[in-house]
């Protein structure tokens, strides 16, 4: 049997569904998948579903959407500059299950220090010579303390600042954007951007007070409306339906197994060494070493589940974002200061944008943001390689894939957070490990986009470039 949770249940459903985790039936393992794979079985079927989701969204609003080709014009070409902002290290660790994972009794402090070690041993750099951290989280009320603490079980010294921020599930990449902003005007050379939850510590959501005067503004009260009601609010709304949105989650369940078992995410993971707690409070040395929430299975699986956060809705645990726990960090610098310590560039930023949007389908945030980086990047859709889109729920990633004109075998190519996880405020950090990892892979220059939705309604964007070997 397949446990699968909804991280969006465990933030605001009403109902807690993530306390009666829905079951899905197994009919096919990871080994027999990769077994199949010698003789083509599972790639053809992977390939049958993209074509049957590719066939679907051309029908969909057929009058409004032209059909997509892949430009072969040129890349657009960028000025190198001195100060250009470039990545030099991206490396996380596995995406476990909350509560119930590996990672579910490791400190946050603990899990920072892992990825703050792994990109210092992976560049060589000297730890006194960073000049500002910052780290995005959600969920954890003393994150500031627990972000220093992991500063010095990493070796940094007492002279490195850092800071935390929080933009819900951007925080991550907001995290990299206000070191990227430090960088780009100058205040600093060099930086890391890091990334981290623990939803099993989570102590988010333990109620707070709320101002009267939100009655009055319905927006207002819709900035608090559960996610799960708004992932149906863009499901109903925008006509996706159970079927494409249980495609969806399998489809990203079937690429994140394939990309698992040929090793595509080695070379973004580090190895974690921690103790993990069974019920009768005995404790075990573990080490993890890949992500816990890739489970295989099928349609007729996913179909069985019933809906967590209404009862004629469509979204379910099997098609929504895992509670998870997990981290990243990379190191941020210039191109000039790059090149004088000879570290090869792993991706260069090229735009950013935030947009906001209605908070009561806050899931079409992506849809909003990625127009705006790419314009500012002088870019279309058809110029992009890959887009890792954040998978909050398949009804907001179907909406959205759509609605941009996006070739389907373009979007997260290795799964998404209905496979991998969503542990909000590493998610954004790691998308970009993801992303830069695979055009690197791919080995030509291209062009990569990260982008996801925001709860209260808001998404965020940014467009990376790969610039070959």
């Known amino acids: 049997m397949l446990l699968l949770v909804s991280c969006c249940s465990f933030l605001q459903c009403p109902r807690r569904c993530s306390s009666r985790p829905a079951t899905v039936n197994v009919l096919l393992s990871v080994e027999e998948l990769v077994e199949r794979d010698k003789d083509g079985g599972a790639k053809d079927e992977v390939g049958a579903i993209m074509e049957r989701l590719s066939t679907i969204f051309r029908h969909l609003n057929a009058a409004d959407l032209a059909p997509v080709t892949r430009q072969v014009a040129a890349l657009p070409s960028y000025q190198d500059k001195p100060d250009d902002v470039v990545v030099v290290s991206a490396l996380r660790t596995p995406i476990a299950r909350a509560r119930r994972g590996q990672l579910k009794d490791t400190y946050v402090d603990d899990l920072l220090a892992v990825v703050f070690k792994g990109v210092l041993q992976e560049t060589g750099l000297n730890p006194s010579e960073i000049q500002d951290v910052c780290v995005g989280n959600v969920g954890y009320g003393s994150i500031i303390i627990s972000a220093r603490i992991a500063e010095f079980f990493s070796g940094i010294p007492e002279t490195v600042p ?5 933009r819900q599930c951007a925080s991550g ?125 099928t349609l007729e699986g996913l179909a069985k589940l019933k809906p967590a956060f209404k009862e004629t809705g469509s979204s379910t645990a099997g098609n929504s974002s895992q509670v998870s726990d997990g981290a990243a960090a990379v190191i941020v610098t210039t191109r000039q200061e790059a090149a004088r310590r000879g570290w090869p560039i792993l991706g260069i930023l090229r735009s950013y944008a935030v947009e906001g949007c209605a908070p009561d389908i806050m899931g079409i945030g992506p849809a909003v943001a990625i127009p705006v980086a790419l314009k500012k990047a002088g870019l279309t859709i058809n110029d992009i390689e890959i887009f890792e889109i954040n998978e909050a729920f398949a009804s907001q990633a179907v909406y959205c894939v759509r609605e941009l004109g996006i070739p389907l075998e373009r979007v997260n190519p290795k799964g998404g957070a209905i496979a991998l996880g969503h542990p909000l405020g590493c998610t954004g950090v790691r998308m970009i490990a993801t992303l830069l990892h695979e055009l690197k892979r791919r080995g030509k220059r291209s062009l990569g986009v990260v982008s996801m939705c925001m709860g209260t309604g808001m998404g965020a964007a940014a467009v990376f470039e790969y610039p070959g070997v």
């Open 173 to 297: 990449l907001q995290a990299f954007m206000n070191v990227a902003g430090s960088i780009k005007t100058g205040q600093i050379k060099l930086g890391i951007a890091a990334g981290v939850e623990s939803m099993s510590r989570h102590t988010a959501g333990k109620g707070f007070d709320l101002n009267p005067t939100i009655q009055d503004y319905q927006m207002a009260q819709d900035s608090l409306l559960p996610m799960g009601i708004t992932s149906e609010n863009v499901a109903e709304r925008f006509n996706v339906s159970r079927r494409q949105q249980d495609e969806f989650a399998l489809l990203s369940q079937q690429k994140a197994a394939k990309a698992a078992a040929a090793g595509l995410f080695d070379a973004e993971i580090l190895q974690v060494t921690t103790t993990v707690q069974d019920p009768n409070g005995q404790q075990t040395v573990v080490t993890v070493n890949k992500d816990e929430g890739i489970r295989p299975t």
């Open 162 to 166: 850092v800071y935390t921020t929080n």
